[in-house]
């Protein structure tokens, strides 16, 4: 009998130390929707300021082009006055195009109040503009000495308000930056207030009950902590990861300002060549030479425009996946190194067959192709190997294609090959290298692009194999 009540009162306790865990559990579920609401909050205003620095950059960048085109007007509209050549012609109406273009596009754009006012009323830059790009269409029609005189000084007063226009760019950007800052700073602190709120009227009540379940729950809290720290450990590894992305994005977006910047000391230099040009022919100069050492000189120029444009759009992520050739995206990878294998005396060579196309993200491809090669360098260099050299074999089959980077660097010893792909793993000093380049390589290939990634040994180095599904090419 005693047994028999002694089980009706243990059940009771069990049933009364259920309902009072519904109860701790009740009390916590207001504070898991603050919190969840607060989550949601931080990625829509994290996400709002990703979206509208690109939207400033953007800006900012068709401004500063504009301002580069108004000068670059007036030495076209110089070349047709002294030369109406087809050739000469179509050039100038091609960068009247561009201005036009350009101009349209940011009427388009979501301007602030105070930019929208700066277009349309005051200065009406806008007015300016189209009325600038209309006095170049007249000068097409009807050259002369003194329509290009009302160019010239009409382009003056242009390049300051344009100028203006940059800055001011530039500092509703800055005042939204340090809005979304104000923002960033409210969320964290809500965030502690909730904290807070939650430690001294949830958590803090529920410390005796969970001081009573510690026994039972200490077993299981031993696999628990394996558990917790492979979980820490991996979202060490997403952490670095992604701070790893974030510095290739910032480094895309620093080389997009310093673009900006080039394009007008280049256009600049061009526009002093061309005085000096005109200037040495009117002294009687042989004209031949002068041309000669014109084209070459642009040629540098226009390499240099195009060298940093390279840079610019190799460091911008891929939004979606699309089909993309394989040679193009290894030959992206070596420009970005040429001048630096050229240096350590490296040759480079790239081996394709027809229709190596796959689809994913090219970019990010290119990354992958870019740290792999810098490594062989790198090996290579401190061994000091005689005649070093990279080879980039491209092939496929029915259905995949195959990309191999082969250098002669003496290969991977047996001890670490294993570990070469695995985070933070490094032979380099921790000043020259982190140990993330190959395991992000593998990352994109095998998670983002549903591929392979994996390496060998030959008999003269290392060999990196890359395993993509063919994608083939339209018309096959």
């Not at 009706?8 to 603050?34: F, G, N």
């Not at 080039?262 to 002093?272: F, G, H, K, Y």
């Not at 002068?290 to 891929?318: C, G, H, V, W």
Request: charged content about 25%; aromatic content about 10%.
């Amino acid at each position: 009998m005693t047994e028999s009540i002694q089980e009706v009162t243990s059940d009771t306790d069990k049933a009364l130390m259920k309902t009072e865990e519904k109860k701790e559990i009740y009390r916590y579920i207001p504070v898991l929707i603050q919190l969840l609401i607060m989550m949601i909050v931080s990625l829509l205003t994290f996400e709002r300021l990703y979206f509208s620095n690109q939207y400033f950059g953007e800006l900012i960048n068709i401004a500063g082009k504009q301002r580069m085109l108004s000068q670059r007007l007036v030495i076209e509209s110089s070349d047709y006055l002294h030369d109406p050549s087809a050739a000469n012609k179509e050039r100038y109406q091609r960068y009247i195009q561009l201005m036009e273009s350009d101009n349209a596009q940011i009427n388009a754009m979501d301007l602030s109040t105070k930019e929208r006012n700066y277009y349309e009323h005051t200065p009406a830059l806008n007015d300016e503009v189209e009325n600038y790009i209309t006095q170049h269409k007249a000068f097409i029609l009807h050259p002369g000495q003194e329509r290009f005189n009302a160019i010239k000084l009409i382009s003056k007063q242009l390049l300051r308000d344009l100028d203006s226009a940059v800055v001011l760019h530039q500092e509703q950007y800055e005042a939204n930056l340090h809005s979304q800052q104000w923002i960033k700073l409210g969320e964290t602190i809500s965030f502690l207030l909730v904290i807070t709120f939650s430690w001294f009227f949830v958590f803090r009540t529920s410390a005796k009950r969970l001081e009573q379940s510690y026994r039972q729950l200490e077993e299981a809290n031993l696999t628990l902590e394996q558990k917790v720290q492979a979980s820490v450990a991996k979202n060490r590894e997403q952490e670095e990861l992604m701070v790893q992305q974030s510095k290739l994005a910032a480094l895309g977006e620093m080389i997009g300002n310093i673009a900006h910047q080039w394009r007008q000391p280049i256009s600049a230099v061009s526009a002093i060549m061309m005085n000096i040009k005109w200037t040495a022919i009117h002294q009687g100069m042989d004209t031949k030479f002068l041309d000669e050492r014109m084209r070459e000189a642009n040629e540098q120029l226009k390499y240099m425009s195009q060298t940093i444009e390279d840079f610019r759009n190799f460091f911008k992520p891929d939004k979606e996946k699309e089909p993309f050739d394989l040679f193009t995206a290894c030959e992206k990878a070596y420009k970005i190194l040429k001048d630096n294998l050229e240096s350590k005396n490296i040759k480079m060579e790239i081996h394709r067959a027809e229709g190596i196309t796959s689809y994913g993200y090219p970019n990010e491809f290119s990354q992958v192709i870019l740290n792999i090669i810098s490594n062989a360098r790198d090996v290579m260099f401190e061994r000091k190997v005689e005649k070093p050299r990279i080879d980039i074999f491209l092939e496929k089959d029915l259905t995949n294609v195959y990309c191999e980077i082969k250098d002669n660097g003496g290969g991977i010893s047996k001890e670490i090959i294993q570990k070469i792909f695995d985070p933070y793993f490094t032979t380099k000093f921790k000043a020259r290298g982190t140990g993330m380049g190959l395991y992000m390589s593998k990352i994109i290939i095998e998670k983002n692009m549903e591929g392979t990634l994996s390496v060998s040994n030959s008999d003269v180095g290392a060999v990196f194999t890359i395993k993509l599904a063919l994608h083939p090419v339209t018309g096959e």
